[in-house]
């Protein structure tokens, strides 16, 4: 202790020493001075002084050019300036979907900017913008005798060509002499531009690279996002707005803060009036408006077809690495102004959107009250448990040292959490616990819309609300159901079956195979069914007898050329649809059957073009032939009787569809997965609906069954889009051959066929292919009769 204080003691006096010698004995001295001393003592100091004055800036001046404070950019640097710029994502007709940034910035033209922008912000922050080289001394001037002389504020004093240079090259931090060093780069860059650009060419670097606030680089951006219009449709009031913005974006938010927008934007509108870009008469119209936005954020999570353009971001940015420039450098998507247009169609995906939402919002009531009543949650309370332990709450707790079950307590109190719900986003006040509960039981959607033919992906949903849920459910795979079934029935007419053939519907078990045992939805066996009316009604006994003649094998063979890529078990359920496939592949594989045997590769982009106009890509449809064209044809009229009289017939009946139409539907076990897929001439799309979670689901298959739950959000959709006279022709037309329907779909059993019918029949048949031969008899179901 006595240690300690000693040496506390010498630092005392040390200090004290210092600042006796530094301040106390100078002042001692200089009044021991004679007065005459004293007088040139003055002088000397006031001429350092102003001798300071003098030679500092022009120190600091040339000490900031020789590059003592980094290198300045040179004319070649200037004159290849290179901003961050977004990729924009266009759809067929034009729409801006989207754009991929690291800054969220679009460049825009001269001409493609209403003059009126350029008076707001000339007459608000560089008044003598056309008189100036760069450096406005006068406005320097006055900012220095009002602002440090008079103590009153008068602007900033930087023309626009030095905030330019600000925004181009950024500020540094330099101690004390971080204002003068970065004022003086400014100036010398500034004046750099304006001898290597003209006035007009400035111009149109400041509004395409000056920040509006909100993560908004440049006008075109900014006129998107506050007023959802082009910059060449900007209003005077709306241009005073984004002006009153540059001073301070954060401060003067239209959007957060509207009556000092409102106060600020007017502001604008006065010195428009100051200097004459506008009359008095205009100024009084303009100021009485109201502040009026039209806010239109457009990111990641908002906008149409979010989860197409985070799949499409992912095939960019995949082909963009395999493919670099001319000069061997590879182009970033987030930054290199790419302009990439799609085969999407903006309308057709607003009606996708709307018929999924609109459709979901009806059905979600009902799996609610569901799931209640079949105690679900209460059974599978682990579920719920596992979901928070993923939450940052749980791992908050965790980390205080709660146990998990101190844990589940805290978390089931009740707080204000902003919710999804398929009513749109509410604040609600419940617990993170029944929070999980009411997320896990939204039901989910995946829908994809094609041109068959070119294979042009026209609309893609992949969730109710991508905010909320990114897991995309045309990528992701699910149990597929009753809609994998046309793919074993075209096997069995390529292998020569006659559609018209009849075959007895009936319960088989399949020794070689674990005594599986394939049972119909309904639970009935009786009659015979043709082959056509055996696929309008969906019975699983006769797609497994189909399945195991033309061989399990050879119908996996078939789906792998039609472009399923998911595993296929070589099992006689594959005809049922027990594979975990995409509605993606799915839907490539469909294509086959709507575009007469052919199979089309989907596509999703056109063209990609570089800042330059200079297009990198344009793609080139690629197709193989599957199918003989008959067969397809055959296909496609067998599905035509799904909707007329099979399992989809409430299109005709309940929807009132009159067109060509084929289709079919599909529902997993338990009604885990409702599926519908459905095609005109034109215009081939899926459905499934379900819950993230396959336990979660309908009790009935009144509710859960494909038509019901799948079928009507397609029904929705073709409903909008034929009512469209500007996509009526994208999802209308007739099939090119008529639909002869002498067939009949099923055979009662006689008299003697019921006596003697036995309920169930064992078969040992291994579906290696070729151990049933097909009956060959004539087609009668389409057009004129041949022989087969």
Request: aromatic residues 10%; positive net charge; charged residues 25%.
């Amino acid at each position: 202790m006595e240690k300690f204080k000693n040496i506390a003691g010498i630092v005392y006096n040390s200090v004290l020493s210092i600042l006796q010698f530094l301040f106390v004995r100078p002042i001692i001295w200089f009044k021991s001075l004679p007065l005459k001393r004293k007088i040139l003592f003055g002088f000397g100091a006031a001429f350092a002084f102003i001798l300071l004055l003098i030679t500092g800036p022009i120190i600091l001046y040339y000490s900031v050019t020789s590059g003592m404070f980094g290198k300045m950019p040179d004319n070649t640097e200037l004159q290849e300036i290179k901003k961050y710029q977004a990729s924009e994502v266009y759809s067929s007709d034009s729409i801006l979907l989207g754009r991929y940034f690291v800054e969220n910035r679009s460049e825009a033209k001269y001409e493609e900017v209403n003059k009126v922008v350029f008076d707001a912000i000339i007459a608000t922050e560089d008044a003598r913008f056309y008189e100036h080289t760069g450096v406005d001394t006068r406005s320097l001037i006055r900012v220095l005798f009002k602002s440090v002389l008079l103590g009153k504020n008068s602007g900033g004093g930087s023309t626009l060509s030095q905030q330019l240079a600000k925004n181009l090259f950024g500020r540094k931090n330099y101690g004390l002499l971080t204002m003068p060093v970065n004022k003086i780069k400014e100036a010398i860059i500034a004046n750099q531009l304006e001898k290597l650009y003209s006035k007009q060419e400035i111009l149109m670097l400041y509004v395409n690279t000056i920040s509006f606030g909100e993560d908004t680089y440049g006008i075109k951006t900014a006129t998107q996002r506050f007023f959802n219009v082009t910059p060449d449709k900007i209003k005077p009031e709306q241009a005073a707005v984004l002006a009153g913005l540059l001073k301070s974006p954060s401060a003067y938010n239209p959007r957060k803060r509207p009556e000092r927008a409102l106060e600020r934007r007017n502001l604008v509108i006065q010195q428009m009036l100051k200097y004459n870009y506008i009359d008095k008469t205009l100024a009084d119209e303009l100021t009485a408006k109201p502040l009026v936005l039209n806010y239109h954020r457009m990111d990641n999570n908002d906008g149409l077809a979010p989860h197409f353009r985070e799949k499409l971001r992912q095939e960019l940015e995949e082909w963009l690495e395999a493919h670099p420039g001319k000069d061997g450098k590879k182009y970033n998507l987030s930054t290199d102004g790419l302009k990439i247009y799609t085969t999407l169609n903006a309308r057709l995906q607003y009606y996708a959107e709307i018929a999924a939402s609109s459709h979901l919002k009806r059905m979600q009531p009902y799996l609610l009250n569901d799931i209640r009543s079949q105690g679900y949650f209460r059974r599978n309370n682990k579920l719920i448990v596992d979901g928070l332990k993923n939450s940052s709450r749980y791992k908050l707790l965790e980390d205080n040292g709660l146990s998990q079950s101190e844990i589940i307590k805290e978390l089931k109190k009740p707080l204000k959490l902003l919710m999804f719900t398929q009513n749109g986003e509410k604040e609600m006040e419940i617990s993170p616990f029944d929070s999980v509960r009411l997320m896990m039981s939204n039901l989910q959607v995946g829908m994809l819309v094609v041109n068959p033919r070119s294979g042009n992906i026209l609309a893609w949903v992949g969730s109710p609300d991508y905010k909320y849920f990114q897991y995309d459910h045309v990528t992701s795979q699910r149990q597929v159901g009753s809609v994998f079934k046309p793919i074993v029935y075209a096997k069995a007419l390529q292998d020569g079956t006659d559609p018209c053939e009849f075959i007895s519907n009936q319960k088989i078990t399949y020794t070689q195979y674990e005594n599986w045992t394939p049972q119909n939805s309904e639970d009935t066996y009786e009659g015979k069914y043709s082959v056509a009316g055996a696929l309008a009604n969906s019975i699983n006994t006769i797609s497994v007898q189909l399945c195991m003649r033309s061989g399990i094998n050879q119908v996996i063979s078939l789906a792998r050329s039609m472009g399923i890529k998911s595993d296929l078990p070589p099992k006689p359920s594959i005809a049922l649809g027990t594979a975990d496939l995409t509605l993606y592949e799915l839907i490539g594989a469909y294509t086959v059957f709507a575009s007469g045997g052919t199979r089309t590769d989907l596509q999703m982009v056109t063209s990609i073009k570089n800042q330059k106009g200079q297009e990198l890509h344009k793609v080139k449809k690629t197709q193989n032939r599957v199918l003989d064209s008959e067969v397809s044809r055959h296909m496609t009229n067998m599905m035509r009787n799904v909707i007329n009289k099979g399992t989809a017939y409430e299109l005709r009946e309940k929807f009132g569809f009159k067109g060509d139409m084929a289709g079919k539907t599909g529902t997993t076990q338990d009604h885990r997965d409702a599926w519908f897929v459905g095609y005109t001439p034109n215009c081939l799309a899926g459905v499934w609906v379900g819950a993230d979670n396959p336990g979660i689901h309908f009790s009935s298959m009144e509710l859960g069954k494909g038509s019901r739950l799948a079928m009507p959000v397609w029904a929705k959709f073709f409903s909008k889009g034929l009512n469209d006279p500007k996509t009526r022709r994208l999802v209308g037309g007739s099939f090119p051959y008529p639909l002869d329907a002498e067939c009949e779909m099923k055979k009662e059993d006689g008299f003697f066929a019921k006596m003697f019918r036995r309920r169930e029949k064992q078969s040992d048949i291994s579906g290696t292919g070729g151990e049933v031969k097909p009956k060959r008899k004539r087609f009668r179901l389409f057009g004129k009769r041949q022989d087969n």
